[in-house]
């Protein structure tokens, strides 16, 4: 007896419907990366080209959203990153293109966008995932150049010794002698240090409320607190700048505990070392109006304490 194939329509539907399918599996294991203008000025500078289809800032995010949402529900990997128009105008110089096409925008984000910040898209609202966005391009930036101000430092002249790397090892020391000492609790500190081009500012959340008592050390030293490894290492970055150039600056520690007053403690940098506040240089700090000087009311449920001592013998010798 003899076999036919069947090469009707239904079968070419069949085989036309797997192609798709597997065409549509395919496109779901190709990442994509969404560039976004999280401002009104980045949004404002890309106004000026005639191919940039928007003139509403609102508007742009919510159909930015809208295509985010879209890619979520193809199962589609997408990352959010910052569109930066100076750098875009930047690349465009250096590469010949044209900064007024859509097809430039698309190679900028590729290239460039594609190796800076980014967050990956999980279904949460666009106006929830920018300022997240944006605090990491800021900490990033923020260690960068603190990194690249340390390594050109250079080498001391009379001893040899790498100045910034001393400055990073003093001010990785200072930082968890601060923790260990600190009480317990959830932590908030704030590092402030002038630098030759800005105000360098880092922030690092800490806890010990949690952390097991630990065999006593010489000084009665607590178990390390649980910190974030990227914003301990910018934290001391910032930090071993205003050791490293003997600026000042200083640092603030709030902690908090359920039911109990936050806790506020302050020091200043005074060549290169950290010197505890007093009390009222503490209430001083937070009472006074940074812009105008004029006092402002002390915060309900907080107390102002002194700092206490953070250096110890055995601390890295700082480099003079």
């Known amino acids: ?42 949004f404002s500078a890309m106004r000026q080209y005639r191919t940039f289809a928007f003139d509403d800032h609102t508007d742009y995010l919510k159909e930015a959203d809208d295509l985010l949402r879209s890619l979520a529900r193809r199962q589609q990997h997408t990352a959010v990153a910052l569109f930066d128009p100076e750098d875009f105008a930047d690349y465009c110089d250096a590469t010949g293109l044209d900064p007024d096409s859509p097809v430039s925008r698309s190679r900028f984000t590729a290239d460039v966008a594609g190796h800076t910040v980014s967050i990956r898209y999980t279904g949460e609202p666009l106006t ?26 250079g080498a001391c002249a009379d001893c040899g010794q790498d100045i910034g790397r001393a400055a990073i090892q003093r001010a990785s020391h200072t930082l968890m002698r601060l923790l260990d ?31 097991s008592p630990a065999a006593p050390a010489p000084d009665g030293e607590r178990a390390a ?34 039911d109990t007053p936050d806790r506020l403690h302050g020091w200043r940098l005074r060549q290169g070392t950290l010197i505890p506040l007093t009390a009222g240089e503490v209430f001083s700090a937070y009472c006074t109006d940074a812009a105008t000087g004029e006092p402002l009311s002390p915060e309900p449920g907080v107390e102002y304490c002194p700092g206490f001592p953070v250096t110890s013998p055995d601390d890295p010798d700082p480099h003079r």
């Open 225 to 258: 607190a649980a910190v974030d490894p990227a914003e301990a290492a910018e934290f001391a970055a910032v930090l071993a700048v205003g050791i490293a150039l003997e600026t000042t600056g200083g640092i603030v520690l709030r902690t908090s505990n359920a």
């Open 181 to 211: 000492r600190a009480d317990a609790g959830s932590h908030h500190l704030v590092c402030s240090v002038p630098a030759p081009d800005e105000q360098l500012l880092a922030v690092l959340h800490a806890d010990t409320s949690a952390a």
């Open 1 to 42: 007896m003899a076999h036919t194939r069947n090469t009707g329509p239904a079968k070419r539907a069949e085989a036309s419907g797997s192609r798709a399918e597997r065409r549509r599996g395919l496109r779901r294991e190709v990442p994509g990366i969404v560039a976004v203008l999280a401002d009104e000025q980045d």
């Open 128 to 153: 929830a995932l920018l300022p997240v966005l944006i605090d990491t391009a800021v900490r990033q930036a923020t260690q960068e150049y603190a990194t690249e101000l340390l390594a050109g430092l």
